[in-house]
């Protein structure tokens, strides 16, 4: 079981870097525009909505940095992210309906989060199965 331990650390550090990235684009509003594809304007209001949100990105991105130090001790992280991603395509799927993202731009990021969903799932149970063995 332990061979399987990198799918782990791979999807702690899938989510570390993308939680990262996100924590950018969302301090740099018309970066977070262009690289979304959003039809929308950077205005106070905006910008004050993205950064708002960054700080907890930025949090996410901390606490997958600390659940990769002891990943099986920490695996119930997984748990926690199954939401997080779930709800991202949620809101994704409201800007799609509201007109402000294209669907076209949204497929490659559904497609993104349904893969960390997967092995966010994947891992748990891996960790929870290596943890079990080694516990033995």
Known sequence: MKNYSWIIRFTLWWGIIADLLETIRMAVPVFFIKTAGLQANVDKD???????????MLGWTLILFWADKKPIERKGVFLCLIPVIL?????????????????QQAVVTFILQGILLLLSIVSYFLARNIEKTEGS
């Open 46 to 56: 905006f910008r004050f909505a993205l950064l708002y949100g960054a700080p907890v």
């Open 87 to 103: 709800t991202y395509s949620i809101v994704e799927m409201i800007g799609i309906k509201m007109g402000i993202l294209g669907f």
